[in-house]
């Protein structure tokens, strides 16, 4: 079920944002996209990138109502008050020989009809599952970022064209 092979992704959609509140739209329309059946996204980009900020937006979409925080000291958030439940990992904090202890958990969320959102997915070892969304952040200055969209199999394909609307 799970297997590291990026090679098959698609760039689907790529825009550039001039301030968080162009974030803020962006985040509506992502969570709009995958509002029906989840999705397992992982989050790249650097420390101030926007990774947090931006699951913080998709989540007050998918009408989660606790505060939703940083996940990077826990590992692991999860929100069960919205449209659908929320996991929020943050794996900067795990050696390759901590992914282990948490695969059950990173299995456990890659079920359907769930959001999880990965921030520092490169310490996943690979750990992932096959179809997902993978969103590159890049700082630009200060409110200005890039947000590139790719699709690693087909099952999230029709999604993310949604976001060309
Ligand atoms: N256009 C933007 N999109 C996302 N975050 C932005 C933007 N402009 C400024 N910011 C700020 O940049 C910071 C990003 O921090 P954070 O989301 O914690 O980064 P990361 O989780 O990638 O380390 C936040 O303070 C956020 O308010
Ligand atoms: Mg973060």
């Known amino acids: 079920m799970f297997l590291c092979y990026s090679l098959i992704m698609d760039k689907i959609f790529s825009i550039t944002v001039n301030s968080l509140e162009e974030t803020d739209i962006l985040a509506g329309k992502f969570s709009n996209a995958i509002r ?22 998709v989540a007050k979409y998918l009408n989660v109502k606790e505060k939703v925080t940083s996940p990077s000291f826990v590992i692991i958030n999860e929100y069960l008050s919205g449209d659908l439940p929320v996991y929020h990992f943050d794996l900067y904090r795990l050696e390759n020989e901590g992914v282990k202890t948490i695969i059950d958990e990173l299995t456990e969320y890659s079920k359907p009809d769930v959001l999880t959102m990965v921030e520092w997915a490169e310490f996943s070892d690979c750990e992932l599952p096959f179809d997902r969304i993978e969103i590159k952040i890049e700082y630009i200055d200060e409110n200005k970022r890039k947000f590139d969209f790719y699709a690693v199999g087909d099952e999230y394909k029709k999604a993310l064209e949604g976001l060309k609307q």
Do not use: P, Q
């Not at 947090?52 to 937006?57: C, N, P």
């Open 36 to 57: 029906k059946h989840g999705a397992f996204v992982c989050l790249y980009g650097d420390i101030g990138a926007g990774k947090t900020a931006f699951t913080k937006l």
